[in-house]
């Protein structure tokens, strides 16, 4: 984090969504069938091949799949939550070399138009974004700084807002979203059953799956609260292919939150700062260049 602009990022940390999307109005439009063409076939042209017949799913697959909609429609379902996300990220350096990052993330979510997330990284710097349902405010800890923006009316358009336009950080953002009802099912092109195992003690359902651009991994709890408690990405486009993990504790499904959870206190001597993408618009702050010289990734 630098001093000038929130949202520009050294070479080490990375933009990372729940299976490399981004909650934006272009994701949900992919998934429109495309138009049809008016134009009448030419006399003596091929008829055009019909789509190959999808192979029949076994009962692993329709299981896995099972599973998957049952831990995406719970998630949709809640009226609020809170979590523990310990997350581990790649970054591949320019000599091919993979080096690891880490963060804790503490969630709090209240539907239809707050939540909070606090940060602390491996390195110990600490962030807060915070939804209120009038502004979205990303506080910087370490160096006393904070940018704000008007909040969209809900947290899955301020989810898009914050990730889109602000061009922040939001891991696994599509969990916090609604839409993660028909957007999860949607983007697992293959999914499988691994097994039945146990995470801290828990028994949970291990699936492997894959997407067009990501192979991940999910293990689900088991029983009537099917929630995420581990979640592995490979970004197999990206070059080196990073690997992102986490896992997600502390889960509790009726938190009590009290009127300050979601109200912004601002240390003493906090300054106000723009976005780094305000900033880019005003040609302060090059594209894809922090304040400090360094290239985001």
């Known amino acids: 984090m630098n001093s000038i602009a929130l949202g520009s990022r050294s070479a080490r940390q990375v933009r990372i969504c729940l299976l490399g999307m981004v909650l934006s109005a272009s ?28 192979a029949p799913q076994t009962d692993s697959q329709r299981e896995a799949a099972k599973l ?15 979590t523990v996300s310990n997350n581990g990220y790649e970054t591949v350096q320019p000599s091919g070399q993979k080096i690891e990052f880490g963060e804790s993330r503490r969630i709090s979510l209240s539907r239809p138009d707050k939540l909070r997330i606090e940060e602390n990284a491996s390195d ?13 405010t990303m506080l910087s800890a370490d160096d006393n700084v904070y940018a704000q923006a008007t909040q969209p009316p809900s947290i899955e ?22 839409h993660v009802r028909t957007e999860l099912p949607a983007l697992a092109k293959d999914i499988d059953y691994v097994e039945e195992t146990k995470i801290r003690g828990q028994v949970a359902h291990h699936l492997a799956g894959r997407s067009d651009s990501v192979d991940f991994q999910v293990w689900i709890a088991d029983g009537a609260k099917p929630l995420p408690l581990r979640i592995v990405i490979v970004y197999k486009k990206a070059p080196g292919q990073p690997r992102f993990w986490a896992d997600l504790t502390e889960w509790n499904t009726a938190p009590k939150f009290t009127s300050s ?24 702050v090059p594209q894809g260049v922090a304040a400090s010289g360094e290239v985001k990734p």
């Open 27 to 54: 994701a949900l439009a992919a998934s429109a069938p495309a138009p049809q063409s008016s134009q009448p076939r030419p006399a003596g042209a091929p008829a055009a091949a019909a789509p190959a017949a999808a």
């Open 68 to 82: 998957l909609k049952s831990m995406a429609e719970y998630l949709a379902g809640l009226i609020a939550f809170t």
């Open 124 to 136: 110990g710097v600490k962030d807060l974004s915070l939804f209120d349902g009038r502004n979205i």
């Open 157 to 178: 358009d301020a989810l898009v807002y914050f990730v889109r336009d602000l061009r922040m950080r939001a891991p696994l953002a599509l969990l916090l979203s609604t």
């Open 261 to 284: 959870t979601f109200k912004l206190v601002l240390p003493t001597g906090a300054k106000k700062i723009p976005f780094a993408v305000q900033m880019q618009a005003l040609g302060a």
